[in-house]
């Protein structure tokens, strides 16, 4: 912890990216099981913090807080006996199931070896106290409600409708008005899940073999059968952008690279901007 508080004690937001082994493939259903599972079987040097799918952590901090956490799945053993055993398919993106926040002692060992390794990648957010006192809020409040044991679903952390761990960070930046400093819409994934291949909650009654996955090689036409939207932050495209950009030379108005350790980032001072006025968690409909 204290290396990264020697960076300086003014108030700050930073969202890390972590890629998994090898980059997860959205050009169709079976490139993107066969991914997940490459990734899944492969032993690296991060053990149990391989993080098969990527992962994304959040920092705060000030001269008196500080936070390093992530939402992940409580346990990934579930998550592949619903679609395995369950039938769930590609409706494993849409359905809420059990998560947990995982805090600073369990992130920071990971975070210092991917420093050094530069297996990560950021941007961080040089804030207002008042910004910074509106996000600390946010995140007591986020635990406080429970959300933070609802993973994935509708991916709206602040409808309380679940969320990965990519949206969860992303949350961030809507709250603190930050989310059009940086160039952010880039790390999102869109694709037309096929109706047929989803499962779950979702699409009661319906079961989907996983064996109906590896002989899918498209998604949805929308103009030929029924889909569902699943849009996405993904970690890989995450990290990729902004290494990318950085070796690009990418700046703009008090955006400028920079490294801690071998990771490749972003430093955006916007200290002078105002913490929104309007309420952090939108109004019950």
């Known amino acids: 912890m204290l290396f990264f508080r020697q960076e300086g004690t003014a108030q700050s937001l930073t969202i890390y990216t972590i890629p ?25 040097r ?5 993080h098969s799918i990527g992962h994304v952590l959040v920092e705060l901090k000030d001269s008196t807080h500080y936070a390093l956490v992530g939402t992940i799945a409580a346990s990934k ?7 395995v055993s369950k039938g769930y398919g590609l409706g494993i993106f849409l359905d809420t199931i059990p998560g947990k926040m995982q805090g600073s ?11 050094k390794t530069g ?3 950021f941007v961080k957010y040089e804030l207002s106290q008042e910004v910074f006192a509106r996000l600390w809020q946010y995140l007591q409040e986020y635990q406080e409600k429970g959300y933070d044991k609802l993973y994935n679903g509708s991916n709206q952390p602040l409808n309380g409708g679940g969320a990965g761990c990519s949206a969860f960070g992303v949350s961030f930046l809507e709250v603190g008005g930050l989310k059009d400093l940086f160039p952010v819409d880039d790390w999102i994934i869109h694709v ?3 109706e047929k291949l989803i499962g779950g909650p979702h699409h009661p009654g319906h079961h989907v073999s996983p064996i109906r996955l590896f002989f899918r090689n498209r998604w949805a036409d929308e103009k030929k059968e029924p889909y569902c939207d699943i849009t996405y932050y993904d970690p890989t495209v995450m990290f990729n952008q902004i290494e990318l950009k950085y070796k ?5 108005n008090n955006i400028s690279g920079m490294q801690t350790g071998n990771a490749f980032g972003f430093l955006i001072k916007c200290a002078d901007r105002p913490a929104p006025t309007v309420p952090i968690w939108p109004a019950k409909r």
């Not at 998994?20 to 690296?44: E, F, G, T």
């Not at 991060?46 to 391989?50: F, I, P, T």
């Not at 053993?77 to 679609?83: D, E, P």
Request: glycine letters at 4%; hydrophobic letters at 35%; a positive charge.
């Open 20 to 44: 998994p082994p090898r980059a997860i493939n959205w050009s169709s259903p079976r490139k993107l099981v066969m991914s997940y599972l490459r990734n899944s079987l492969i032993h690296d």
């Open 46 to 50: 991060y053990g149990k913090q391989k």
């Open 77 to 83: 053993k579930y998550m592949t006996k619903l679609v």
């Open 105 to 115: 002692e369990e992130n920071m060992p990971a975070m210092l070896q991917r420093c």
């Open 119 to 121: 297996d990560i990648a």
């Open 192 to 194: 037309h899940a096929p």
């Open 248 to 252: 690009r030379g990418f700046h703009a």
